[in-house]
């Protein structure tokens, strides 16, 4: 998630930035969009209408390349949604953060029987570093650029960095570069050359550590709604197999509550089977 956050803080504030580096012009007009596509809502990292292109660049960030549902298709169903609400030329990029062999990074469409869909893809550890490092938008990304030397590309991002003028911008941007540089370097060579200071100061870092926190907590309790759902099924049915301790673990709070009162008229491992399969 921490990612996540610091890719699409940097989208937010630095649009002009991204739509001409991907983009490849010089483009002024960029309207942002809001980010939660309707339907079953799902939530793109960031979206830029370019009304003098009549265009919209869709952009997302990805750490790994497996995901549930893929990527491709969902890349698809973002498409779908935007074509549908906007109805407008849409160019979609997918850049992905961390180097890896997989040759799932190297896919750029989806192709089922007559349904062929495509995009393109910017693996960011192939992309030279020299552009990134012109823009204070795009600075936290140089550091996973190609480089010859990593301790030097560290130096001269830190440099950038200690040329912010404006001191929260300055905080936002070295706590972003912290925390993408991990994804690539040991933490004793990040912190030869970055301010700790600076990013714990950031009112960013700060939110998202926050985030995590309040999502530590929302695990802790979902988890200790599983353990209490599957304490009582043991007592009512007996052994619940692993597939279905499996299912239960990965049911919503919503759900375990509904679980946890239905369960009382279960008489046996049938019952519980029919209800997940409902409620699923």
């Given amino acids: 998630m921490a990612y996540d956050n610091i890719c699409r803080y940097l989208a937010v504030e630095y649009p002009d930035a991204f739509v001409n580096w991907l983009l490849d012009g010089d483009i002024t007009a960029i309207q ?20 003098d292109r009549n265009q919209i ?12 549902p893929t990527l491709p298709l969902r890349m698809l169903d973002y498409w779908v949604r935007l074509y549908r609400k906007y109805s ?16 799932a990074v190297y896919i750029n469409q989806f192709a089922v029987d007559k349904t062929f869909h495509s ?23 140089a550091v996973l650029a190609q480089t010859d030397s990593p301790a030097g590309l560290l130096e001269q991002v830190a440099a950038k960095v200690d040329m912010i003028k404006e001191s929260d911008k300055q905080r936002n941007i070295s706590a972003c570069v912290e925390v993408l540089a991990r994804l690539k370097f040991e933490e004793d060579l990040v912190r030869q050359f970055l301010r700790e200071e600076l990013m714990r100061e950031s009112p960013l870092y700060q939110e998202i550590l926050q985030e995590g926190i309040q999502q530590g907590i929302q695990q802790g309790i979902q988890q200790g709604e599983v353990t209490l759902a599957l304490r009582l099924l043991t007592r009512r049915l007996g052994t619940v197999s692993p597939m279905l301790q499996a299912q239960i673990q990965q049911l919503s ?14 008489s046996t491992t049938e019952d519980l089977i029919a209800w997940l399969q409902v409620h699923q």
């Fill in 32 to 51: 942002p969009l809001p980010t939660e596509l309707n339907l079953e809502p799902i939530r793109s990292d960031a979206l830029y209408l370019l009304p």
């Fill in 57 to 68: 660049l869709h952009l997302e960030f990805q750490t790994v390349p497996a995901s549930k």
């Fill in 88 to 103: 407008c030329s849409i160019e979609q990029v997918v850049i992905f953060l961390k180097e890896t062999t997989s040759e």
């Fill in 119 to 141: 995009y393109h893809v910017v693996r960011i550890w192939e992309q030279d570093s020299s552009l990134l490092l012109t823009n204070p938008g795009l600075l936290p990304l």
């Fill in 253 to 266: 709070s919503v759900q375990l509550e509904a679980l946890s009162e239905a369960l009382l008229d279960f």
